[in-house]
Nanobody
Framework: QVQLVESGGGLVQAGGSLRLSCTAS????????MGWFRQAPGKEREFVAS????????YYAASVKGRFTISKDNAKNRLYLQMNSLKPEDTAVYYC??????????????WGQGTRVTVSS
């Protein structure tokens, strides 16, 4: 059974940084693409970033490009999201998912439980 566990969320001031981690088990991590999504209160889940199986290709939503960096460490079965220059509009629950690089969440087959990020102004 595949399990994804996110960590690293918290409260940060605008302009600050956080690094989210997602630890995977139950699947050959190195063989799969992965992504980060977020969901703010009252809004639909939206694509943030994704990375292919090897880590050689990355994709970002326009709203985070240049501020966020996705990476994966296949040896540690971990996915990361480095978030810099955070804005109040980045406040959301962040989820990692596996199975695709697509922006459409329906293309992903396993999801973590989410970690909350709150950016204060």
């Amino acid at each position: 059974q595949v399990q994804l566990v996110e960590s690293g969320g918290g409260l940060v001031q605008a302009g600050g940084s956080l690094r989210l981690s997602c630890t995977a088990s139950g699947r050959t991590f190195s063989s799969y693409a992965m992504g980060w999504f977020r969901q703010a209160p009252g809004k639909e889940r939206e694509f943030v970033a994704s990375i292919n199986w090897s880590g050689s290709s990355t994709y970002y939503a326009a709203s985070v490009k240049g501020r966020f960096t996705i990476s994966k460490d296949n040896a540690k079965n971990r996915l990361y999201l480095q978030m810099n220059s955070l804005k109040p509009e980045d406040t959301a629950v962040y989820y990692c998912a596996t199975g695709s690089v697509a922006a459409d969440p329906r293309r992903y087959d396993y999801w973590g439980q989410g970690t909350r990020v709150t950016v204060s102004s």
